[in-house]
């Protein structure tokens, strides 16, 4: 028999999953992997590094550290920008 699944119950799972993950870790690992893409002129270094940014949020909210937020709201700004001006540009033929 299966049983309807309401939405508050996936809800409640993902913020017990989220609290499971080391977001200290997984912020490390990503600052390392967008310096390292970013070095090889690599434009997915920003779209990693844009990700890492909202993990850097998501732990100053956590942690009442609030100053994280406007800070990384404003790196993923200009990482967004970024990325649209390394992006190969289509050749005019």
């Given at each position: 028999?299966?049983?309807?699944?309401?939405?508050?119950?996936?809800?409640?799972?993902?913020?017990?999953?989220?609290?499971?993950?080391?977001?200290?870790?997984?912020?490390c690992?990503?600052?390392?992997?967008?310096?390292?893409?970013?070095?090889?002129?690599?434009?997915?270094?920003?779209?990693?590094?844009?990700?890492?940014?909202?993990?850097?949020?998501?732990?100053?909210?956590?942690?009442?550290?609030?100053?994280?937020?406007?800070?990384?709201?404003?790196?993923i700004?200009?990482?967004?920008?970024?990325?649209?001006?390394?992006?190969?540009?289509?050749?005019?033929?």
């Open positions: 028999m299966i049983l309807p699944v309401c939405p508050q119950v996936h809800l409640r799972d993902m913020l017990n999953t989220l609290h499971l993950i080391r977001l200290d870790y997984l912020s690992v990503l600052t390392v992997l967008a310096t390292v893409l970013i070095g090889k002129k690599l434009w997915q270094g920003w779209v990693v590094a844009a990700f890492n940014s909202a993990v850097v949020c998501v732990i100053g909210v956590r942690t009442a550290q609030f100053g994280f937020v406007p800070a990384n709201l404003l790196c700004a200009l990482y967004t920008s970024n990325l649209v001006n390394w992006r190969p540009k289509k050749q005019n033929q």
